[in-house]
């Protein structure tokens, strides 16, 4: 809504694509100020015009005063005509508070300027509003590609179509934005009465990379045109990374998809950089220590394997509830509540702050919950992530003690058989160890000789390349001369540490066989 007075007013809502010009001494002389309420509408049940069809959005403006002096309304429309003026016109429903479908009829005047998607008209009262055209005329329309991580090697490209209209595109961005990011868009025209998304696979990068539509590769005319903030024409594409390791995972992936049946634009581009994400995983694991004692570790890492290994395999905790989040600045801080009923929570600490660089490799903090005697209550609270996107940042500890005992003999005895499994296999390390000193940045003497001993029957060559491998990776604590020297020293690090990597992997699938 907006505050109307007595003087000139401009009034625009870019995200719906409205402008109001309130011209001075519009409002009764008995009245100061007034509010005009504004409310636009993508779909409804209209009954328009006969061999017509909406060109825009239906605004519905209301004032409790009428005004003395007209109010120039100026609305955008996806027209798409060479002369709009002998095409489209104002339609208006003079009775919105009547059931459904609602009716139009056509408005006389009305401004349509050639090579503008505006219109402009002047009124008195106020009511529905829209601009309508032939049924069938020509029509702009939107392409837009938005981008969703769904887990460390899984991602979702929605490759969407509506009508060109700014309410349309907010409708988009409401439905995406708390989830995706946006990528390619611009402006299309359907060539028929369907585009199709065709996903070439020649030319995926070393063929780590797949690309399966989910929904119907096709997207509909009449789907487009009828579309709505509840009823999105999309095509969603799930892109998953095959590698064997996502830390290795390239900071881009780009490759072009084609679209089929397109008017103005042949291909697009799917473009999805890492770093646009750049998320962490933030999961719960539960302790217990005995029928009224629990440990909660709040962890936060930017792999999973960072937390398995530390809080289920070496501690034998319990997995609970996780979320993945985005930084909003450069720490996020947990909160945790001082008191629950029925439950005292002792904490190191009473908010925690946690840096991206502490998060890169793993951060966590640890609370311990103690039930009282006398109470019976299972254990409900929020641990809140400060400082993360989305906003709706809480995770629920939810703790009944009546199963603990039951939970913790699982985990045990899968422990009890993950152990027995490595031994079997003659394990001393996991695979992923070598990757956690490389992004550490830090290298251990003791951790690679345990590594070299693990190398089962390897040839000289490869003993020689981990050899290697530890030297470098033990110097990258030290200092290097210039800019130049370190870009080579960690170039060789690179290049040593992917060999490492190809070679533990042959070693696993000889190990299976």
């Known amino acids: 809504s907006f505050t109307v007075t007595s003087e000139a007013h401009l009034f625009e809502l870019k995200g719906c694509g409205l402008r109001l010009r309130v011209p001075e001494g519009a409002l009764p002389p008995d009245v100061t100020e007034t509010k005009l309420h504004v409310q636009a509408s993508l779909s409804g049940q209209y009954c328009l015009p006969k061999a017509s069809e909406l060109a825009s959005a239906v605004y519905w403006l209301s004032a409790p ?14 027209a798409a005509f060479e002369d709009p003026s002998s095409k489209l016109c104002f339609t208006i429903c003079r009775s919105p508070e009547g059931g459904q479908p609602h009716t139009f009829e056509k408005l006389e005047g009305g401004v349509f300027i050639p090579n503008s998607c505006n219109g402009s008209i002047s009124l ?4 529905g509003l829209a601009i309508v055209m032939p049924k069938g005329g020509p029509q702009h329309f939107l392409s837009q590609l938005w981008y969703a991580k769904k887990s460390e090697r899984d991602f979702s490209a929605y490759y969407v179509i509506t009508k060109d209209l700014a309410a349309m595109k907010s409708a988009v961005q409401a439905c995406y934005s708390d989830e995706a990011s946006q990528g390619h868009c611009e402006r299309i025209g359907f060539e028929g009465e369907q585009i199709m998304v065709d996903v070439p696979m020649e030319g995926i990068k070393a063929g780590k990379w797949k690309i399966t539509p989910v929904y119907s590769p096709v997207i509909h005319l009449e789907d487009a045109k009828a579309c709505s903030s509840e009823r999105l024409p999309v095509c969603e594409l799930a892109i998953h990374w095959e590698g064997k390791y996502p830390i290795y995972m390239p900071p881009r992936f780009t490759h ?11 291909a697009v581009v799917l473009d999805i950089k890492k770093s646009a994400f750049d998320e962490y995983l933030f999961k719960l694991f539960y302790s217990v220590l005995d029928d009224n004692n629990c440990d909660v570790h709040c962890a936060i890492a930017e792999y999973t394997f960072q937390l398995e290994r530390k809080f289920i395999e070496e501690l034998g905790a319990i997995e609970g509830p996780e979320m993945r989040f985005i930084f909003e ?16 929570i002792i904490q190191p600490t009473p908010k925690l702050q946690i840096s991206r660089e502490q998060a890169e490799i793993r951060s966590h903090h640890q609370f311990r919950v103690i039930k009282d005697t006398n109470s019976q209550e299972p254990l409900s609270m929020d641990v809140h992530l400060e400082g993360a996107r989305p906003h709706n940042n809480s995770i629920q500890v939810f703790l009944d003690p009546s199963v603990w005992g039951a939970q913790k003999s699982s985990v045990v005895r899968i422990q009890q058989q993950k152990a027995q499994e490595r031994e079997r296999r003659g394990e001393h ?13 830090r290298g251990s003497e003791e951790k690679f000789q345990h590594l ?23 110097r990258i604590g030290g200092t290097v001369g210039t800019s130049a020297e370190r870009q080579t020293e960690l170039s060789s690090i690179k290049s040593t540490t992917e060999k490492l990597i190809g070679m533990m992997e042959k070693r696993d699938t000889k190990l299976s066989e």
Do not use: C, Y
């Open 256 to 266: 072009a998809i084609n679209l089929l049946g397109a008017k103005g634009a042949g």
């Open 429 to 441: 390390i996991r695979l992923h160890e070598p990757r956690d000193i490389i992004r550490s940045g």
């Open 65 to 78: 005063v009428k005004f003395l002096r007209p109010v120039t309304v100026e609305i955008q429309h996806n």
């Open 452 to 474: 070299l001993s693990g190398a089962m029957e390897s040839s000289s060559e490869e003993l020689a390349e981990l050899s290697a491998t530890k030297k470098l990776v033990g």
């Open 329 to 344: 600045s450069s720490t996020v801080s947990i909160e945790i509540p001082a008191a629950v009923s029925g439950w005292r």
């Open 124 to 127: 008195s009262g106020f009511s």
